[in-house]
């Protein structure tokens, strides 16, 4: 019976198990649905915020019409001697391979980057990549928390300054952004692009291709007032928009990962149910077998 009682007791902690990945699947789903909206409404935002900031700047075309570090310091191409590597990571696990995925990543360009000898600074943000990196005397210039706690705008824009002041000050050379770019609930793609300096987007969408075809054609652009102001403006409102949009596609991956996670533990939680009632049942029936036996024994004996 002893036997029994173990096996009981494992099935009502697999069954409780089974509750809190059920409950996490369906709170991972609900968010994600507005994560999910969020994404769809600032990716053409920051598809065009690049695009225009990048045709302005004149990337691409004669040497004379690209803007320099006079008309704007964030503008400053050097040798690449120093990276800064802006790695975005979650607070909590339970979300699959995700953090894996991206720290693997992340350490991966590291070692790269130092094997082609340069140096690299890191910036981290959320608990999981500070323990790992930490784990691993990697070169951790800054660890940003409470980033998740409240995801906006502002947020975005007091990571740009932390991020940002190294640039400014010289000590990096470029800032690369290494994040898992949402795609569906079940697949998230790691992305490590450049932040500053300016580079052309990415290929937009096929729905786009039209569109951005017009803007690879490095249009001739009149300045009014001038394109150092313009830069002024345009340039702060690319690198917020292009790290909440790192954040916001993070988030929307994390929590995609972390409901497939959870739907696959309530699974294999149910699996083990279904495995541990069949040992029972059958434990018991051998324990009411054994019993049997022995009154029938005892009967016989006293006939006897």
Not at 162 to 168: D, E, N, Q, S, Y
Not at 192 to 200: S, T
Not at 239 to 265: D, F, K, N, P, W
Request: with cysteine; proline share 4%.
């Amino acid at each position: 019976m002893a036997n029994l009682k173990a096996i009981r007791k494992r099935i009502s902690s697999v069954k409780s198990t089974q509750k809190i990945t059920r409950a996490q699947k369906m709170v991972a789903g609900a968010r994600l649905t507005r994560a999910q909206q969020r994404i769809q409404a600032l990716r053409p935002f920051a598809l065009k915020a690049t695009q225009v900031l990048a045709a302005v700047v004149g990337q691409g075309g004669d040497d004379e019409a690209i803007a320099s570090e006079d008309e704007h310091p964030l503008l400053a191409r050097r040798a690449e001697k120093t990276v800064l590597l802006l790695v975005i990571t979650s607070d909590r696990g339970l979300c699959g391979a995700f953090n894996t995925n991206i720290l693997r990543a992340a350490s991966r360009i590291w070692h790269e980057r130092e094997a082609a000898g340069q140096s690299v600074k890191i910036v981290t943000i959320g608990r999981k990549g500070r323990d790992f990196f930490r784990r691993r005397n990697a070169p951790v210039l800054e660890v940003l928390t409470g980033v998740w706690e409240k995801l906006d705008i502002e947020q975005a824009r007091n990571v740009a300054r932390k991020v940002l002041t190294p640039f400014v000050q010289g000590q990096v050379d470029s800032i690369y952004i290494v994040y898992n770019e949402f795609k569906s609930a079940m697949s998230q793609k790691v992305v490590a692009e450049p932040l500053i300096p300016v580079h052309q987007p990415a290929a937009a969408p096929a729905a786009e291709n039209a569109e951005a075809h017009e803007w690879s054609s490095n249009p001739e652009f009149l300045f009014e007032p001038d394109r150092k102001a313009l830069l002024d403006s345009l340039v702060p409102i690319y690198i917020e928009v292009s790290i909440l949009r790192a954040l916001y596609e993070s988030q929307a991956s994390e929590l995609g990962s972390r409901m497939t996670a959870m739907e696959s533990a309530t699974k294999k939680a149910a699996e083990m149910i279904g495995k541990y009632t069949l040992i029972y049942n059958r434990a018991r029936q051998a324990a009411i077998t054994t019993e049997l036996m022995e009154i029938i024994s005892g009967a016989e004996a006293l006939r006897s």
